[in-house]
């Protein structure tokens, strides 16, 4: 099973990004797809997660900001992300389990001031 995210960059104060990751191999849809993101001396934060029946979750520091989606077929999660802050510079990694978990290899979003 593979997981690769793309969308990632360097946007301003207040802009907004699109992540995208698609699953390719053996596992043809997931339980739970979502979101991590680990800053320089962090530990790996949770972002965002769906559900095969839709519910969602976020994490704390989202605070409505960003919106996680997923396509019909299941294997493709988006997280699109608005009011972008100088604190959610990080890479983001994507996320599936199915039965085990696995992931993406993560994707560089820098705001910046």
């Known amino acids: 099973v593979q997981l690769v995210e793309s969308g990632g960059g360097l946007v301003q104060v207040g802009g907004s990004l699109r992540l995208s990751c698609t699953a390719s191999g053996s596992v043809l849809s997931f339980s739970v797809m979502g979101w991590y993101r680990q800053a320089p001396g962090n530990q790996r934060e949770f972002v965002a997660g769906?559900?095969?029946?839709?519910?969602?979750k976020y994490g704390d520091s989202i605070e409505g900001r960003f919106t996680i989606s997923k396509n019909s077929r299941g294997n493709t999660v988006y997280l699109k992300m608005d009011s972008l802050r100088p604190e959610d510079t990080a890479v983001y990694y994507c996320?599936?389990?199915?039965?085990?978990?696995?992931w993406g290899q993560g994707t560089q979003v820098t705001v910046s001031s």
């Open positions: 996320m599936g389990t199915s039965g085990a978990s696995y």
């Open positions: 769906i559900y095969s029946n839709g519910i969602t």
